[in-house]
DNA sequence: TATATTTGTTCAATCGTTTGAGCAAATGTA
DNA sequence: TACATTTGCTCAAACGATTGAACAAATATA
């Protein structure tokens, strides 16, 4: 039933105030070096440690940063996550947890319980259900920093870190072309979510840089789910004309594809090249291995916690759009080498 | 700069003392259903949002709670913290979610964060390095619930929450006999981790109760990475007879030997039948799909937080060992169907 | 009617830390 | 020597909620 040890236990050893001790762990210069040195030797004796709800309810602030995910069963979300939190940690900051579960009101919900707890700072990527963003206010009228990460770039006017999706199929296309395919279908997420618009966006644009034709029979919009590309593989290879390479917009959704392909006896890359998108594990532990846009999932994770690192410095920082994109990144596997 | 509303301004308001306001807010019998009502219209139109930190302080308990995982990019420990939070957050506790990623180290140093922020209780899974628990002698000396889970059934004498997994072997191994396999081979987990070496024990025995002979060189130990599968796998192809079936400890490992099957176009299942262990999404994913253990991820998670909660109610309780066992369940697929 | 009990509230201390203001002693400046 | 500045600390009031004790008013009991 030991109590915990408090500053007033070292004041009370050391016969001076708490506001001395205090002063003297937070190195301020009005105190003398002698009474900085014993109140940390007699801290340390006393196994002390600070209170962190005191010292948050005093100051204002709780070192803590609520960050809402919308999975973490998807490698992205938790690499992310897992240097976010690396990075924060770094700087005295604890991380709470919380994930949305794609579903718009859990979301809301996160948010209340996040600002209940008097998080310094909400790090978000918004769910797929996302269209009003009215809760988000909540957050910019308490006057607290909020970054956003991969989705919802434009949607409130904050800092956002993600990846330049119409870009990165610019680099897919490119790779695709120079491996030698002529017709590349295009197996798309619905174009309501911006990040797949911009994704079929950066195919058309891409096919026309390179003098090819656009056939509409090559774009399929649909879920990315691997029983989805399943499908959408299934009405590709019905096609009085086949495409000689297949872009999906997803990773599950090429593994579907590359599922129908290789039970039709079809060979990849020779006969159809793959490609998909995310870096999800599985894509380079299947056979053949999937070609894949990597997202610097790592990188991520680090700006956007540098970022609210940034943002909880400056106190005059007024929320404005600030978008950090970064260019994704080709991982050339087995399914799209066409040539050596 | 709005200000929060506070208890007092709700005092203010209704002319009566912060106390009453208090009281009343959390139903009081003492208080009049009158100022009950009162005070909560008032503190609904002042938009009132206790502050955890205040009330947290004063009342020692802050309602959160820490949760130590090895690692959040396996599927496993992912659906296991996401019912876990579930749980929690209905009854009004938040999660506050650190990695060890499986270093000692880091898990050292996240119970000291975790008890810096005041949490109310620590769930944890200990890392494969973890030998010495001394680290965890400091959460059971402050008098919080600790729960484990997964990893660590008696090594802290706490409560525990996982899967048998000697029993786990067994059903693997009926399985595979009930197939027809005769030699089945196992690619084991290194025994100094306590749930391979019951892998290990289980697979011992259950061949011991089919009356099969136990063949030294058909236990293979090592890691279970994709890599580590594909080395014992080529191993067990270069052995005078061949094993009839493999079972994994591990299901990164299973892939390995599949692969490795594949390409020496080996048949699976007829020529040898294959299982791992975990159920990690890709197992469903792969051609063909993998059987393998699943865990009861979700039930896990539940779990934890109930025994959680009931620890926290019960002041009375002394830590002490506090097994909750699973059957885990084994999931047929294609990797292991000799019979149809 | 006098006393006991219940009801509804106020009072004041407290959780552990931070922080502006205050003040004496030490040191610097003219 | 006299005054200004700096140094090193103490004092006391916060932060916002909770809680045991106190107390007046209302109600019940004898």
Redesign the interface.
């Given at each position: 039933?030991?109590k915990k040890t408090t500053i007033k236990d070292i004041a009370n050893v050391l016969k001076i105030t708490p506001s001395a001790v205090s002063r003297a762990l937070h190195n301020h210069p009005r105190i003398s070096d002698k009474t900085k040195a014993a109140v940390k030797k007699v801290a340390k004796e006393l196994e002390y440690?600070?209170?962190?709800?005191?010292s948050?309810?005093r100051s204002g602030k709780?070192k803590?940063v609520g960050v809402i995910v919308p999975r973490?069963?998807s490698?992205f979300f938790?690499?992310v996550?897992?240097n976010m939190?690396e990075e924060l940690?770094k700087k005295g900051y604890?991380?709470?947890?919380?994930?949305s579960?794609e579903s718009y009101d859990k979301e809301c919900?996160n948010i209340e319980?996040l600002?209940?707890?008097?998080v310094d700072g909400i790090i978000a990527s918004l769910t797929n259900e996302t269209v009003d963003f009215s809760h988000y206010e909540k957050i910019k009228?308490k006057?607290i920093p909020l970054i956003l990460y991969d989705r919802g770039d434009n949607d409130i006017g904050v800092d956002y870190i993600g990846i330049d999706d119409y870009k990165s199929s610019h680099i897919v296309v490119d790779h695709m072309v120079e491996q030698g395919c002529k017709r590349i279908a295009h197996i798309a997420g619905y174009r309501h979510t911006r990040i797949y618009n911009n994704r079929i966006k950066g195919y058309i644009d891409a096919l026309e840089k390179h003098n090819l034709p656009l056939e509409k029979e090559l774009i399929l919009e649909g879920d990315l789910t691997?029983e989805g590309g399943r499908q959408k593989m299934e009405e590709l290879l019905k096609l009085p004309q086949r495409p000689d390479g297949v872009y999906a917009a997803g990773d599950y959704a090429a593994?579907g594809a590359l599922?129908v392909l290789?039970e039709n006896n079809i060979k990849v890359p020779e006969e159809i090249a793959l490609v998909g998108f995310s870096n999800e594990?599985?894509t380079s532990?299947?056979?053949p291995a999937i070609s894949t846009i990597y997202q610097h999932n790592e990188q991520i994770g680090k700006l956007v916690a540098k970022q609210f690192l940034k943002r909880e410095k400056d106190k005059t920082w007024k929320p404005q759009l600030n978008k950090i994109i970064l260019d994704a990144e080709l991982i050339v596997r087995a399914s799209s080498k066409k040539k050596e």
């Amino acid at each position: 039933m030991k109590k915990k040890t408090t500053i007033k236990d070292i004041a009370n050893v050391l016969k001076i105030t708490p506001s001395a001790v205090s002063r003297a762990l937070h190195n301020h210069p009005r105190i003398s070096d002698k009474t900085k040195a014993a109140v940390k030797k007699v801290a340390k004796e006393l196994e002390y440690q600070p209170n962190q709800l005191a010292s948050a309810l005093r100051s204002g602030k709780s070192k803590l940063v609520g960050v809402i995910v919308p999975r973490t069963n998807s490698h992205f979300f938790s690499s992310v996550v897992e240097n976010m939190e690396e990075e924060l940690n770094k700087k005295g900051y604890n991380v709470i947890f919380t994930q949305s579960n794609e579903s718009y009101d859990k979301e809301c919900r996160n948010i209340e319980t996040l600002l209940q707890t008097q998080v310094d700072g909400i790090i978000a990527s918004l769910t797929n259900e996302t269209v009003d963003f009215s809760h988000y206010e909540k957050i910019k009228a308490k006057e607290i920093p909020l970054i956003l990460y991969d989705r919802g770039d434009n949607d409130i006017g904050v800092d956002y870190i993600g990846i330049d999706d119409y870009k990165s199929s610019h680099i897919v296309v490119d790779h695709m072309v120079e491996q030698g395919c002529k017709r590349i279908a295009h197996i798309a997420g619905y174009r309501h979510t911006r990040i797949y618009n911009n994704r079929i966006k950066g195919y058309i644009d891409a096919l026309e840089k390179h003098n090819l034709p656009l056939e509409k029979e090559l774009i399929l919009e649909g879920d990315l789910t691997v029983e989805g590309g399943r499908q959408k593989m299934e009405e590709l290879l019905k096609l009085p004309q086949r495409p000689d390479g297949v872009y999906a917009a997803g990773d599950y959704a090429a593994l579907g594809a590359l599922q129908v392909l290789l039970e039709n006896n079809i060979k990849v890359p020779e006969e159809i090249a793959l490609v998909g998108f995310s870096n999800e594990p599985f894509t380079s532990l299947v056979t053949p291995a999937i070609s894949t846009i990597y997202q610097h999932n790592e990188q991520i994770g680090k700006l956007v916690a540098k970022q609210f690192l940034k943002r909880e410095k400056d106190k005059t920082w007024k929320p404005q759009l600030n978008k950090i994109i970064l260019d994704a990144e080709l991982i050339v596997r087995a399914s799209s080498k066409k040539k050596e």
